[in-house]
């Protein structure tokens, strides 16, 4: 048995053709879906990128495994403590070390250990080739590591192969003699000038004036990508830029594809494509980040083309990224980690019979601190720190009329908040009696100074919205963040 997990960062799951997009960005990747099942509800449980491969790896939650965010205590890994015995639980029970153990070889191609200082992410696997630019990468980084592994290996049986590309992450870092094969496209069509207009009034981290974050600032090294979104034009660099990354991370994908038919190995290997998680593109006024807890963040693809499985299926249950592990348990006839706290999907790769779940929690405590609850049609988002975008407490959309999240129901549909309120709760009361601590890391990530990405900037960034003409925001800015006055 041979497995390629193709780990694809920040890769909106409705930016690949596959999933509906009117851009061919993604042929390599579309014929695997073809020849597989593809999920259409598919998410990370916690965003972004070091709390989502956390929970995918460990198979836990990041209120289980302490890791929400991107510094601080929610950072690190909870340490087990006094029950601790001569290794700790991930040399037996990541997702890795599971593979491993039942015969497995397990290799990882990704910077991703050294890039967030995750060194845990190495748990389990027994070779681990760091591509040593931290996630700065491009494909052409990557690629001749995976080919030369490919060519040395891939006849042998029982592989597991972590391939970590990063072309979609910000800075869009296509190179430039790749060209634009998007040049004069249509862009979404819920983008619109006034849509536009309107992002541009808002204040926050990654809206459209302040791209750079909290300023507008730009790279030269990295020409694709915009400090700031004047106009029309503007945004359409903006989305051809990330649209680029995603071409150009699936033609060298297409080029392990071909290097794994050359060895005569390509028809008899599973293929998993997924992600950490996707990327606002104008969704809550935010652009080119993954910052909230909501659809376009949270929401990634996963494809799976398993030998024998289901061909062509889709699957629109509700599932987890952390719900992998007990998947390829029940699919090699195992039983899963005790410490997992995942749901097998296998019935609908082997014989296309929905398992979701009820309801779905996500989380994001690097930017800002949410936690949102996935239910029916709707998404609710309960926002504990703002990330200085004044987002009201709650939210609500209905994903199939407004997969955009551009109308708040939360003031015309108290009764479906009051019911998300009840599934939040209940979920968090299983989290609570299911561990050991008596802390929720959301609430030590407040209590810290706020979500690593808002912390001690607010200061800064009110002097630059009093320079651009949006000043009214600084009076709310200071009576919600008191303590960045201080």
């Known amino acids: 048995m041979r497995i390629l997990f193709l780990d694809l960062d920040t890769l909106r799951a409705d930016h690949l053709g596959c999933y509906g997009y009117h851009r061919n960005t993604s042929p390599n990747i579309d014929k695997i879906a073809e020849q597989g099942v593809r999920f259409t509800n598919y998410y990370c449980s916690d965003a972004p990128c070091l709390p989502s491969r956390t929970a995918l790896m460990t198979g836990r939650f990041g209120i289980h495994t302490g890791v929400v965010g991107h510094g601080g205590t929610a950072a690190n890994l909870r340490l087990e403590g006094r029950p601790r015995e001569f290794r700790d639980k991930l040399a037996s029970e990541s997702l890795p070390a599971f593979l491993r153990s039942v015969g497995f070889r397990t290799v990882t191609i990704s910077p991703f250990a050294e890039r967030h200082g995750a060194w845990h992410f190495y748990a389990g696997f ?24 490919i060519e040395m290996n891939a006849k042998q049986d029982d592989w597991f192969l972590h391939v970590n590309y990063w072309d979609p992450h910000t800075p869009y870092r296509a190179p430039m003699d790749f060209g634009n094969p998007f040049e004069g496209e249509p862009l979404p069509g819920w983008l619109t000038e006034e849509v536009l207009e309107e992002h541009r009034g808002m204040v926050g981290p990654h809206t459209a004036r302040d791209l750079g974050m909290y300023t507008d600032e730009v790279d030269p090294r990295y020409p694709r990508y915009l400090g700031e979104i004047k106009d029309m034009e503007d945004l359409r660099k903006l989305i051809d830029g990330y649209d680029c990354g995603i071409r150009y991370m699936d033609e060298h994908i297409g080029r392990i594809f071909a290097a794994l038919e050359e060895q005569g190995v390509l028809e008899d290997t599973a293929i998993i494509i997924s992600s950490d998680h996707g990327e606002n593109m104008g969704e809550l006024g935010i652009y080119a980040e993954h910052a909230t807890a909501d659809h376009p963040t949270c929401r990634i693809p996963m494809i799976i083309r398993w030998p024998g499985g289901k061909e062509g299926h889709v699957d629109e249950g509700l599932h987890y990224n952390l719900d992998l592990g007990p998947t390829l348990a029940e699919l090699l006839g195992r039983e899963p980690m005790p410490s997992w706290d995942g749901e097998s999907y296998a019935q609908a790769i082997t014989g296309g019979r929905p398992c979701g779940r009820d309801f779905l929690v996500i989380s994001q405590c690097a930017h800002v601190c949410q936690r949102s609850v996935r239910f029916g049609p709707w998404l609710y988002i309960r926002t504990y720190h703002d990330g200085y975008h004044l987002f009201p407490e709650e939210m609500l959309f209905d994903l199939e009329e407004d997969p955009y999240e551009q109308h708040n129901l939360a003031d015309s549909k108290p009764d479906v908040c009051k019911e998300a309120v009840y599934l939040l709760n209940r979920w968090h009361d299983d989290m609570m009696k299911s561990m050991p601590y008596d802390v929720d890391p959301l609430w030590t990530v407040i209590k810290e100074g706020g979500p690593y990405h808002a912390r001690g900037h607010l200061r800064a960034y009110c002097e630059r919205l009093e320079r651009t003409g949006r000043g009214w925001a600084i009076p709310e800015l200071k009576r919600r963040h008191p303590q960045e006055f201080e």
């Not at 070779?127 to 491009?138: D, F, L, P, Q, R």
């Open 126 to 149: 027994s070779e681990m080739y760091n591509t040593g630019k931290c996630g700065m990468e491009s494909a052409e980084d990557i690629t001749p590591t995976v080919l030369r592994w």
